[in-house]
């Protein structure tokens, strides 16, 4: 599959009246992505985090990646307005490239109890241990989140 860097997908917004007003946006090209926002500008900013989330996770798991409907094509109701949402998907990959994940470890009681009593961050020493190990240069990793 061609990954992109960059996409842009049409998205319809809508007034939700029912609902204290809250601006509720759908992807007609894209079935489960979804986002809302207390006005215009929040709902875009979760609009671009909700697209960015699921054409990543659609990356990863192979799917293939429609192509864009053409904006001029979308019908929208009274409510709603029709916009383009882009996203960068280099910083989509990085955001989840650089996540923490959890690890079990084991460790010779002795050693843990060592670690413990001079209150040894086990984290950033695995990291540290497993970077020295890998050969990574340390000034050009990036910073975990």
């Known amino acids: 599959m061609n990954k992109k860097d960059m996409y ?6 809508t007034i939700d009246h029912e609902d204290n007003d809250a ?7 894209l079935d489960n992505c979804f986002a ?3 006005d215009f500008a929040d709902a875009l900013e979760e609009a671009r ?3 960015g989330n699921v054409l990543y996770w659609m990356e990863k798991d192979g799917q293939p990646i429609p192509e864009p409907s053409d904006i001029r094509t979308i019908e929208v ?3 709603s307005i029709k916009t383009l949402v882009a996203v960068d998907m280099i910083e989509f990959r990085r955001a989840w490239d650089t996540r923490s994940v959890n690890r079990t470890v084991t460790l010779p009681a002795w050693l843990d109890e060592m670690a413990k009593k001079e209150q040894v961050n086990f984290s950033q020493a695995l990291q540290q241990a497993l970077k020295n190990k890998l050969g990574i240069d340390q000034s050009h990793t990036p910073q975990m989140v």
């Open 49 to 51: 985090e909700a697209l």
């Open 8 to 13: 842009a997908f049409p998205a319809v917004l």
């Open 77 to 79: 109701h009274n409510d």
């Open 36 to 38: 809302d926002g207390n």
């Open 23 to 29: 601006v509720l946006v759908s992807f007609p090209d």
